[in-house]
Nanobody
C-alpha cells in the first residue's frame, strides 16, 4: 500500500525556518508527482507546491514563492519542503500527497492527488 509520512513540523518564531520531510514507501518518486498542501484552522486545504516525477520541475503558490523550496532525494524516496522566513499566517497542518496524473508543475488540486500523508503541524508564533 502506498504510504506517505510527513515529519519535521513544530513550533517556530516568526522569521524562523523548518524543513518538512515526506517519506514515501511502496512506490518511487519516478512514478508520482508529490505535492504539499496546508490547512489552516477554519480554512480549506490549499495546495502550495509540487515537484513533478518527470523532470523535477517545481511549482509554488505566490504566498510561499521565494521563501519555500521543494526538493526530492530519489535515493531516500523522500521529498522535502524547506520553509524560511516563516510568518504567523504559515501556521497550518501540512500534508504531502502523491499524484500519478500530474506531469507538469501547476497549483496542486486535491482532486488530482490520491495518496495522502497524515499531516504535520507547523505553528509560527512568538
Amino acid at each position: 500500500q502506498v504510504q506517505l509520512v510527513e515529519s519535521g513540523g513544530g513550533l517556530v518564531h516568526p522569521g524562523g525556518s523548518l524543513t518538512l520531510s515526506c517519506a514515501v514507501s511502496q512506490f518511487t518518486l519516478d512514478d508520482y508527482t508529490i505535492g504539499w498542501f496546508r490547512q489552516a484552522p477554519g480554512k480549506e486545504r490549499e495546495g502550495i507546491s509540487c515537484i513533478t516525477n518527470t523532470d523535477g520541475s517545481t511549482y509554488y503558490v505566490d504566498s510561499v514563492k521565494g521563501r519555500f523550496t521543494i526538493s526530492r532525494d530519489n535515493a531516500k524516496n523522500t521529498v522535502y519542503l524547506q520553509m524560511n522566513s516563516l510568518k504567523p499566517e504559515d501556521t497550518a497542518v501540512y500534508y504531502c500527497a502523491a499524484s500519478p496524473w500530474v506531469v507538469i508543475p501547476t497549483k496542486p488540486l486535491m482532486s488530482e492527488y490520491d495518496r495522502w500523508g497524515q499531516g504535520t503541524q507547523v505553528t509560527v508564533s512568538s
